[in-house]
T-cell receptor, first 118, second 113 residues
């Protein structure tokens, strides 16, 4: 079974509009972290935002916010006021286990391609 | 500029060639990773190193051979690859207690002909 599911292969949005990218996850570990990355056509993975399983509040980083619904195991990324430069592939990823455990890799979803038009 | 440096950025190799991919980080991170990204597939984790020791148990074809000479360097040796091995190979590093995530390199785009 997939641990990270991103059901939207592609999303289209106009400049200045908000967009939500969906992510659901599956884990039985009570301690985990959820990450969102942006991958432009250049290939580099750019870290956007992080949510820990024990965090009481939803994470926010500038125009990015994470709608974390623990009971539903969802961690949707909300981008407010979209810009042309936001056009890229977006990946949701999860780390299982506490941070003190060294060498725990991220597991990624298939990604969502976001296209922002003017 | 990324703090994880991967070389080369592009590589074209024949199926009988031997080549190596290099990944270097100078952030003092204790863990390093190799991922393979094929078109329309999720990133596939290939190898994990923590404190220079391999700690994964993923089944990866033996034509891929990782090497971690020191805590800052992670190599991926390639031999007798197949065309389906053509992909973007991404290296990443992480530190314990790193809530900001994992730092990725820009990748090596590999084409096997």
């Amino acid at each position: 079974a997939q641990k990270i599911t991103q059901t939207q292969p592609g999303m289209f949005v106009q400049e200045k509009e908000a967009v939500t990218l969906d992510c659901t996850y599956d884990t039985s570990d009570p301690s985990y972290g959820l990450f969102w990355y942006k991958q432009p056509s250049s290939g580099e993975m750019i870290f956007l935002i992080y949510q820990g399983s024990y965090d009481q509040q939803n994470a926010t980083e500038g125009r990015y916010s994470l709608n974390f619904q623990k009971a539903r195991k969802s961690a949707n990324l909300v981008i407010s006021a979209s810009q042309l430069g936001d056009s890229a592939m977006y990946f949701c990823a999860m780390r299982e286990g506490p941070f003190a455990q060294a060498g725990t890799a991220l597991i990624f979803g298939k990604g969502t391609t976001l296209s922002v038009s003017s | 500029d990324t703090e994880v440096t991967q070389t080369p950025k592009h590589l074209v190799m024949g199926m009988t060639n031997k080549k190596s991919l290099k990944c270097e980080q100078h952030m003092g991170h204790r863990a390093m990773y190799w991922y393979k990204q094929s078109a329309k597939k999720p990133l596939e984790l290939m190898f994990v190193y923590s404190l220079e020791e391999r700690v994964d148990n993923y089944s990866v074809p033996s034509r891929f051979s990782p090497e971690c000479p020191n805590s800052s360097l992670l190599n991926l040796h390639l031999h007798a690859l197949q065309p389906e091995d053509s992909a973007l190979y991404l290296c990443a590093s992480s530190q314990d207690r790193d809530r900001t995530g994992y730092t990725f390199g820009s990748g090596t785009r590999l084409t096997v002909v």
